[in-house]
């Protein structure tokens, strides 16, 4: 069965930078996207980036271009996601999903909680 | 941006009720759109890809429609374990963008 599994909770301090990774597993890792998206506490889901594990492709919203970047490990089938010059707004649930581009985010890891806290 | 225009932001219904949720588009999204589930502290879960596909093992109370750039969500037969936020979601078009999010309650 399909797994994305995250990394655990993190803090950091504002203008750190924190690194989110997601171990999938029972699919071919190279033949979908993944996307980022996160959720603040409260509020709604905003979609970040996805990267198209396939021909490395990258799209990122244009709020976090310049602060985001997204790797792929082939060999470990692991995506990361990291993020630039925290800012207390980053604080966040980070969640991967399988997709994106032009398949649908139908599996997602469990989440993983950054705090942005002096 | 295509913006996702949700409605209503929250709504009380009774069990066996029939639920329905809005999502307009601020431009043609194609059949492009999902609705997600969301209960408090768990990852979303995607319940209707491309306007009106049942994702696999979802149950058939949920149902999804589309009329141009109008798309309608509903549950019908409302059940205690449907209590969550929904979200509609478009991707025809980057970024992809979410809907503020319905929170249904009994």
């Known amino acids: ?118 | 941006d295509i913006q996702l225009t949700q409605s209503p932001s929250s709504l009380s219904a009774s069990i066996g009720d029939r639920v329905t949720i809005s999502c307009q588009a601020s431009h043609d999204v194609s059949d492009f759109l999902n609705w997600f589930q969301q209960k408090p502290g768990k990852a979303p879960k995607l319940l209707i890809f491309d306007a009106s596909n049942l994702d696999t093992g979802v149950t058939s109370r949920f149902s999804g429609s589309r009329s141009g750039t109008n798309f309608t969500f509903s549950i019908s037969n409302l059940q205690p374990e449907d209590v969550a936020t929904y979200y509609c979601q478009q991707y025809d078009h980057v970024p992809v963008t979410f809907g503020g999010g319905t929170k249904v309650d009994i």
């Open chain 1, 1 to 118: 069965q399909v797994q994305m599994v995250q990394s655990g909770g993190e803090v950091k301090k504002p203008g750190a930078s924190v690194k989110v990774s997601c171990k999938t597993s029972g699919y071919t890792f190279t033949s979908y996207a993944i996307s980022w998206v996160r959720q603040a506490p409260g509020q709604g889901l905003e979609w970040m980036a996805w990267i198209n594990i396939h021909n490395g492709d990258r799209q990122y919203a244009q709020k976090f271009q310049g602060r985001v970047t997204l790797t792929a490990d082939t060999s470990t089938a692991t995506a990361y996601m990291e993020l630039k010059s925290l800012g207390n707004d980053d604080t966040a649930m980070y969640y991967c999903a399988r997709g994106g581009e032009t398949t649908v985010n139908n599996y997602w890891g469990q989440g993983t909680l950054v705090v942005v806290s002096s």
